[in-house]
């Protein structure tokens, strides 16, 4: 897959993108990411991205002309049409199913936001696939952008090792993940549980499968998975 990430400050993704399992995705040639300046797409002296907001207000909007110029350069470069993502607290919750969606695109174009907003023919003119991260505000579009990212580079075939499987972890069957315990047998009077050290794989599996089920009907009520009988 390839990511192309726009965006006023582009130098804030590469730490994390170098980093864990995105740094090996990347290495391993699974993943390339490209990170683009709108700035680099003005013409004036002052290489202005932003204006004040036609009919008063507070704050700046994103200006169309080096956002459009930033798109239509990266795409040109693009062996295939890129699914182009806006990252927007208006747009779709980004949950595992669509997770699993954008991994199936070959290449993304995600288009971050700052200030107050996005002129919006961005949106009408662009029709972007508009996606927020959850119900709160963020400064920016760009801590969205890098927890995308993640969500999908997880899904890349091969990203993952054996040892770091997508299927038993949470949300991918829609319950929670069960406890987990490693040395000591005891910390500060709290005993790993007894099922665990015993070595029994059938019983160990049984609890595991219990702790989901109950951990999910406890702390995540809403998700469909906690209202399945078991
Ligand atoms: Cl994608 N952008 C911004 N600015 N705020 C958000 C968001 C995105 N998702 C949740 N809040």
């Known amino acids: 897959m390839h990511i192309d990430i726009l965006s006023l400050f582009p130098e804030v993704f590469e730490p994390m993108l170098s ?26 002296v002052h290489r202005t991205v932003d204006d004040k907001p036609y009919g008063g207000g507070p704050g700046m909007v994103l200006k169309c002309e080096p956002v459009f110029a930033a798109v239509r350069d990266v795409e040109s470069r693009a062996a295939v049409p890129p699914l182009r993502i806006l990252l927007t607290p208006q747009g ?23 200030y107050e907003g996005f002129d ?6 662009l029709k ?39 299927e038993e972890e949470s949300f991918t069957d829609g319950l929670l993940e069960y406890p987990q ?20 794989h059938a019983e160990v599996a049984r609890w595991r499968a219990e702790q989901r089920r109950l951990r999910t009907r ?10 399945q009988d078991g």
């Open 120 to 125: 919006e023919r961005i949106r009408l003119g």
């Open 181 to 200: 315990y490693t040395r000591p047998a005891e910390f500060e009077g709290m005993r790993v549980p007894d099922v665990l050290v015993s070595g029994h």
């Open 19 to 44: 980093t864990s399992i995105i740094g090996r995705a990347r290495d391993n040639g699974l993943l390339t990411v490209a990170c683009t300046n709108y700035r680099d797409y003005t013409h004036d």
């Open 218 to 227: 406890e702390r995540r009520p809403d998700l469909p998975a906690a209202r």
């Open 92 to 114: 779709r919750r980004l949950d595992q199913p669509l997770v699993k969606e954008l991994a199936a695109a070959q290449t993304l174009l995600l288009i971050c936001g700052h």
């Open 128 to 166: 972007p696939l508009e996606v927020s991260i959850g119900d709160y505000v963020l400064s920016g579009g760009e801590a969205a952008a890098m927890v995308l990212v993640d969500t999908v580079t997880r899904l890349l075939p091969g990203a993952l090792g054996a040892e770091e499987s997508v």
